[in-house]
């Protein structure tokens, strides 16, 4: 599965972003996919998933109530709507994938940044 990211950006604080994941290859195996983060010198942490059939969302304490995370099977996308948005939001996000027989995940899309800042 390969995954393509975009959307982040500079926003000010209390703003709004949407990130936006296109998958590719093959998606036939995916059974989630989610949003991940890495703040400058921290590590990549977990932010929202949804599991590819079902929709079942699981979010970060952190970004629960704010965030949102939706997928769209026909065109193979998964998006990270953000509301009220934190200059600890600031962080390279990355979408990734996670098949059948995986017990992580495992396709990593390229991180887009988001830096929230007045």
């Known amino acids: 599965v390969q995954l393509q990211a975009s959307g982040g950006g500079l926003v000010q604080p209390g703003g709004s972003l949407r990130l936006s994941c296109a998958a590719s290859?093959?998606?036939?195996?995916?059974?989630?996919m989610g949003w991940f983060r890495q703040a400058p010198g921290k590590e990549r942490e977990f932010a929202a998933t949804i599991t590819w059939n079902g929709g079942v969302t699981s979010y970060a304490d952190s970004v629960l109530g704010r965030f949102t995370i939706s997928r769209d099977i026909a065109k193979k996308t998964v998006d990270l709507q953000m509301y009220s948005l934190r200059p600890e939001d600031t962080a390279d996000y990355y979408c990734?994938?996670?098949?059948?027989?995986?017990?992580?995940?495992?396709?990593w899309g390229q991180g887009t940044q988001v830096t929230v800042s007045s």
């Open positions: 990734a994938a996670r098949t059948y027989g995986r017990s992580r995940f495992e396709s």
């Open positions: 290859g093959r998606t036939d195996r995916i059974l989630a």
